[in-house]
């Protein structure tokens, strides 16, 4: 089960760090994500990273603002935001992957990811 934690309001320009806490036994063998869906539109991949955290992976979008983290002792990933703007604003869900064997550069896929969570609400005033 992936818990998320940590959205809330903020004006443009401040800093969030969203944490994806996750209850079940093999959060290490699991590939990351996360993901956002901002209200009439698409889920849209954000980050992913990789199950011991040395590869990472940014949607254009958020690129030098974002840092995606995690700490498999504590079966957490972390979402660093930077800089946030309001076209950020979105529902943001971290998912998890079972799978193995793929290249890094394919985890931006929705359908690659086997676990999600509820999501914790992002909103960047102007």
């Known amino acids: 089960q992936l818990v998320e934690s940590g959205g809330g309001l903020v004006q443009a320009g401040g800093s969030l760090k969203l944490s994806c806490a996750d209850s079940?036994?093999?959060?290490?063998?699991?590939?990351m994500g996360w993901f956002r869906q901002a209200p009439g539109k698409e889920r849209e991949f954000v980050g992913a990273?990789?199950?011991?955290?040395?590869?990472?992976l940014y949607a254009d979008s958020v690129k030098g603002r974002f840092t995606i983290s995690r700490d498999n002792a504590r079966n957490r990933m972390y979402l660093q935001m930077n800089s946030l703007k309001p076209e950020d604003t979105a529902v943001y869900h971290c998912?998890?992957?079972?799978?193995?064997?793929?290249?890094?550069?394919?985890?931006?896929?929705?359908?690659?990811?086997?676990?999600w969570g509820q999501g914790t609400q992002v909103t960047v005033s102007s």
């Open positions: 998912a998890a992957s079972d799978r193995s064997g793929l290249d890094n550069r394919y985890y931006y896929i929705e359908d690659v990811y086997d676990y």
């Open positions: 079940g036994r093999t959060f290490s063998s699991h590939y």
């Open positions: 990273i990789s199950w011991a955290g040395r590869s990472t």
